[in-house]
């Protein structure tokens, strides 16, 4: 409640209906002056931050110490004393992968051997294969380059394009562009070309070769960083198969509906969002200090979190021990799938994207 001067009018200002007492029975807008003082601003601000924040490490104490608790409250109806759900995931979600993307820059890594193009690598296969003192040594440099001694090119030839076509160190194909791919499927009989999806994939295949055929590591770089980017929006879509997957196994738990379970999921991947920046925090420290009891600190970190899905399962569902571990167990297998199953489809979408 703020201290301004209610309005000696009894009609509220945001809806028009009479308003004998402070607040609108309507709308509950506050009936005050609308003008407002500088002083007023600050000190509103200043409430709104500090009721914020003691919500928050309420909210975050509780999150922490009893598992599963937040989400039986919220079921229940006590709410008031903690942050919307929904709201502290949006919001410690940003958090983290603002954090996340600011310590993992993939377009920074060095990837090994990215610089050296088609020629070079072959003229350093080369030289390792005259150092070679037996017939032996030559096999295994061959076997671990992976290329047979009938491939490797005499000095000044490039491996990285053959007579055929663009032959890239991640994307061969046989052809120098998509339309001389076109004109050599319309060469073929209907029935022996290539389907649509066949065709998409190697037309994308000639782009990425001809894009990246001497840039050795940057196709890696940007197909790495896209979907890195895209994977607040890949847990954003799992959140709610996640919930499915848990009314599933708790389908004759008649008294929870879909949105216990999602209010339930939530709350697990805001626990995980934060435990993953403590310890993004205890590695910077360690890094620093060389302290090696924070990297034990951070074992225990990494291990925790297993045993607290289980005890929050436990508290939550209000099941025995025998059937939550049960249960724990298909959660974690079927979670597992669905993660991949959606992983898969990104990544395949972030190279068609490329």
């Known amino acids: 409640m703020s201290h301004s001067k209610i309005r000696t009018e009894k009609i509220c200002l945001n809806c028009g209906t009479e308003t004998p007492g402070r607040y609108c029975p309507a709308c509950g807008q506050e009936n005050i002056e609308p003008k407002q003082t500088v002083w007023h601003l600050v000190t509103h601000f200043f409430s709104d931050l500090t009721h914020f924040d003691g919500k928050f490490f309420v909210t975050v104490k509780d999150l922490f110490a009893k598992p599963g608790f937040l989400s039986r409250e919220y079921m229940i109806g006590r709410r008031a004393s903690y942050l919307d759900p929904i709201r502290m995931y949006i919001f410690t979600s940003a958090f983290f992968f603002l954090i996340f993307f600011s310590l993992f820059d993939v377009k920074k890594m060095h990837i090994g051997g990215e610089n050296k193009t088609g020629i070079q690598k072959d003229q350093d296969l080369q030289a390792m294969m005259s150092q070679a003192r037996t017939a032996e040594d030559s096999m295994f440099i061959q076997k671990v380059y992976g290329v047979p001694a009938k491939n490797l090119l005499q000095p000044g030839k490039d491996s990285s394009q053959n007579s055929k ?55 890696f770089r940007e ?25 599933l196994l708790y389908i004759r738990r008649k008294q929870f509906y879909y949105v216990d379970h999602g209010i339930f999921s939530v709350h697990l991947y805001i626990f995980s969002f934060l435990i993953l920046l403590v310890y993004f925090g205890i590695s910077g420290l360690h890094d620093k200090t060389g302290w090696s009891p924070l990297q034990w600190l951070n074992t225990v970190i990494l291990i925790y979190p297993f045993f607290y899905y289980y005890k929050a399962m436990r508290r939550f569902y209000g ?26 489809g990104a990544i395949l979408f972030t190279v068609y994207e490329a």
């Open 319 to 344: 099941q025995d021990r025998g059937k939550t571990i049960l249960k724990y167990i298909l959660l974690f297998i079927l979670s597992f799938f669905v993660q991949l199953v959606i992983f898969t």
């Open 165 to 219: 076509g663009v032959n890239s160190q991640w994307v061969e194909t046989d052809y120098h562009s998509a339309a001389a791919y076109d004109s050599a499927q319309k060469a073929l009989a209907p029935e022996k070309r290539d389907g649509w999806l066949k065709r998409r994939i190697n037309i994308k295949k000639i782009e990425l070769s001809l894009r990246y055929e001497k840039e050795h590591g940057e196709l």
């Open 223 to 247: 197909l790495a960083a896209n979907f890195m980017h895209n994977s607040p929006k890949l847990l954003f879509v799992s959140l709610p198969l996640f919930a499915l997957i848990l009314k």
